[in-house]
């Protein structure tokens, strides 16, 4: 958890920066969060002798995760709504899950969100071979974005953690010739395959094997696994931030998630995962960080790179693109 400012008087003219700037984000853990004189607070609950109340700048909190022994009230959840901020429910130390609207975030429902990316996206997803093209374009981002992240990443360059031209080759070309969801997918896993073996040699971390549910509290290759785990419902918290900022379901996946509703989130914590949470879970690992250090490293490294704008445009983009295409191609684009 990233610490809050002590309370203050808050200012009634303030206004809430735009969902794409945010800079906060944050885990709270045995507390009651509740609203108080206009002030989102929440009130430490450890069983102390003097427990303390921390201020949340929700105005600029992009999404709010409640981890083990935490309660919210409703006047709470009622002001981050009318703030646009995202909240879900989680276990210990940030995963897995447990309880959210669209199984990913509760979305704030007191705003209206924009409505032409949306029906350009129905139209794309009830469409087979436009969702296919739209998932290599998904593909074709996350290896761009990975690529040019590893580049400058000093901690994987000073191990000679690299990624090859024919490894970006490869998996272009195993996207292009697929010609169903599977078989894309089937290319995916071949990909993070292969990103595994690069950072395990890397970081030295022989024994790694991607396992969910582990804890920081074992092997290095436990701490990298649960390292990975609370990273990427992190990762699930910018995706559904941009994709809610877009007006977009959760429930229209491009490639993931045919039986589970709000798995776009997941196709969309996919286009930077790869460039940011994995390297960093290797690294920290490795370093025998805690979780609370991994977090807070993580969110400053979203925020320096504009996590959620990045996401946005490239939505856009993969949205502009697919439309333009289809013109070109004689369909009838946006009515």
């Not at 509703?261 to 286009?271: E, M």
């Not at 969110?299 to 949205?319: A, G, T």
């Amino acid at each position: 958890m990233k610490k809050g400012a002590g309370p203050r008087t808050p200012d009634p003219t303030s206004r809430a920066i735009l969902l794409s700037k945010r800079a906060n984000a944050f885990l709270i853990e045995r507390a009651r969060v509740m609203q108080k004189d206009g002030r989102l607070l929440f009130l430490t609950q450890r069983g102390e002798e003097i427990e303390q109340f921390f201020n949340i700048p929700y105005k600029n909190t992009a999404f709010l995760l409640l981890g083990l022994g935490t309660s919210i009230t409703e006047s709470a959840v009622r002001l981050l709504a009318e703030s646009g901020v995202m909240v879900g429910f989680v276990g210990t130390g940030g995963s897995p899950l447990l309880g959210a609207v669209d199984p990913v975030f509760m979305t704030p429902q007191s705003e209206y969100r924009p409505t032409e990316y949306m029906q350009d996206w129905m139209r794309m997803w009830l469409d087979e071979p436009r969702r296919l093209s739209m998932g290599r374009q998904f593909m074709k981002v996350r290896a761009d974005w990975v690529q040019s992240a590893w580049k400058i990443n000093s901690a994987l360059t000073a191990r000679g953690a690299t990624i090859e031209d024919a490894d970006l080759q490869r998996f272009s070309i195993a996207v292009q010739r697929a010609e169903t969801t599977d078989a894309m997918l089937a290319a995916e896993a071949v990909w993070s395959r292969m990103l595994y073996a690069r950072l395990r040699s890397a970081f030295a971390v022989d024994d790694f094997k991607r396992e969910g549910g582990k804890r920081s509290k074992g092997s290095s290759a436990d701490v990298v696994n649960s390292f990975l785990d609370h990273g990427n419902y992190i990762a699930y918290g910018y995706a559904a931030v941009a994709i809610y900022a877009l007006g977009i379901s959760f429930a229209l996946p491009v490639l993931h998630g045919k039986t589970r509703r709000g798995a776009l989130v997941f196709d969309v914590a996919d286009l930077f995962k790869d460039a940011v949470v994995m390297p960093l879970a290797f690294e920290m690992g490795s370093d025998n960080a805690t979780d609370q250090q991994f977090r807070n490293e993580l969110i400053d490294r979203c925020l320096q790179i504009e996590v959620i704008d990045s996401l946005i445009e490239n939505i856009k983009s993969c949205v502009v693109d697919n439309i333009e295409q289809d013109q070109l191609l004689g369909g009838s684009g946006r009515e």
